[in-house]
C-alpha cells in the first residue's frame, strides 16, 4: 500500500503516518479504527464547508445555506469524492469485509473521507484541513447550479416533467445481483410519452432509484432540446376584441382603422315605427237650404 500515492492527491503530506493509517482503518479491521477521527472530521467538514458557501454565495438566504451544505456533506457527495482520489485502494478491512465488497460501500468511504479530515487537523491545523476540504469541492461548487443543488434527481426530474406537462415516470425494479447481505438493485425508468427507457443500479431500491432518475433527466434534456417548439398560433384580431369585451371591427373596413362615424350634425334619429293610424272622417259643414227642409209647424196653444 503506497500511502505516498494518497496524500499526493490529498495534497498534504502526513507528519505522523501513524495518524494516516488509523483514519483508513475500519472497525473490522483492529481495536483502534478511525471512528473517532470521522466524528472530528464530520464536524471540520461542516465548518469548512459552510465557509465557502458563505462567501461563495453573498445573495442566498440561510435556508438555501443551509440546503446546500447539507447536500455537499451528505454521503453520496462524500463517497463520489471518495471515488475520485480512489480510496478503495487504501482501505484497511477485516476479512469479513473485504469478502463482502466492503471496499466499495458508500458509507464506508464516506466516512473514510471525514476520518482523513480529522487525521490531517489533528497532524497539522485547521487551516491545512481547510485548504484540502476547499481543493477537493471548489471543483464541485463549480459544476453545480446552486438553485437546484440539494434537490435529488427524482425530484428534479419530476418537477422538469411538470413544468413541461407531461406524465410523472414510472420505477421498476427489473433485477437484483449479488448476494443477500450485499445486494445491488437494478432500476428502470420509463418516460413513456418521449418514449425513453433508462436503467440504473444501486446498493439500495431508493438508490437504483436516483441513478436511473438522473440518466433520464439527461435524455429528457436531450429528446426536447432536438424537438423544435411549435409556433404559437396568433388569435384573429376580431376574436381577441369579443375576448376583451370590445365591439369587433367590421370586416369590410381596414383593421388598422377605425369605422368613420358620420358627424353629430349629420345623424338621423330613427324613431320606431308605430303603426298606420286609421284615415280621419272628413267633416263638411253644409248650409241646409231653407227651401229644401220641411217647416216646422209651431204647435198651438189650447184656450183654456
Known sequence: MDLTLLQNRLGYTFRDVALLQQALTHRSHSGLHNERLEFLGDSILNCVVASILFDRYS????????????????????????????LSH???????????????????????LEALFGAIFLDGSFEAARKVIRSLYIPVLDNVDPKTLGKDAKTLLQEFLQGKKIALPQYNVVATHGAAHNQEFEVECLVPKLDIQVFGTGGSRRAGEQAAAKLALEAVQKVLQKTPTPPRKSKPRNSQLKLAGIATIQADLPIDEPPQVPPASAQVRHEPESPPAAPAQASFDIEPKADNLPHKVAPHSKSA
Do not use: C, M
Not at 59 to 86: C, F, H, M, P, T
Open 59 to 86: 445573495r442566498i438566504d440561510e435556508g438555501d445555506l443551509s440546503r446546500l451544505r447539507a447536500n455537499l456533506v451528505k454521503q453520496q457527495s462524500l463517497y463520489e469524492i471518495a471515488q475520485r482520489l480512489e
Open 90 to 112: 487504501f482501505l484497511r478491512l477485516g476479512e469479513g469485509e473485504l469478502k463482502s465488497g466492503g471496499f466499495r460501500r458508500p458509507s464506508i468511504l464516506a466516512d473514510t
